[in-house]
């Protein structure tokens, strides 16, 4: 997709509104449009990339610390304990908009939000499946 059709590449280029909290070299962060929860903040890197594939590795460290930032500001802004940090790659696993971006959601003690449904492996599974996702490294 050219990055002038990219709706957080004009968001962060001022054409579209956003309702901002943050911004510093390397990140803009504004309020989700459709929030999880009151507060839910889109960190999105100012360069455009599609996934944390194409995320230039040594950029990590200024996203981290705005995520700090995001995290600690957002939640005690809508008075939450704590806050989860997702980021969806590719549409199998929700990806909508393709400029990689980081979800900071804040919960709070009973909000009724399940979005952790856990599963289990048969004997010996995980060892095999341990090794068949090391060889791929
Ligand atoms: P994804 O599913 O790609 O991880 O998340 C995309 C998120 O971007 C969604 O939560 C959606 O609500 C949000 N979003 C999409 N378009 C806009 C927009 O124009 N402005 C804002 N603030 N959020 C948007
Ligand atoms: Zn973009």
């Known amino acids: 997709m050219a990055e002038s059709e990219c709706i957080f590449c004009r968001i962060v280029n001022g054409d579209i509104p956003c309702a901002r909290v943050y911004e510093d070299d390397a990140v803009l962060a504004f309020l989700d449009l459709g929030p999880m929860a009151r507060g839910h903040t889109l960190v999105v890197p100012r360069k455009h990339c599609e996934s944390l594939l194409d995320f230039p590795a040594e ?79």
């Open 59 to 137: 950029e990590a460290p200024a996203l981290i610390s705005a995520l700090q930032k995001v995290g600690s500001a957002v939640m005690r802004a809508v008075g939450a304990q704590g806050f989860h940090v997702l980021q969806n790659n590719f549409p199998a696993a929700g990806q909508t908009v393709f400029h990689l971006h980081w979800h900071v959601i804040p919960r709070t003690e009973g909000d009724g939000m399940a979005l952790w449904p856990q599963g289990s492996y048969r004997e010996g599974e995980m060892a095999e499946l341990a090794a068949a996702v090391a060889a791929r490294m």
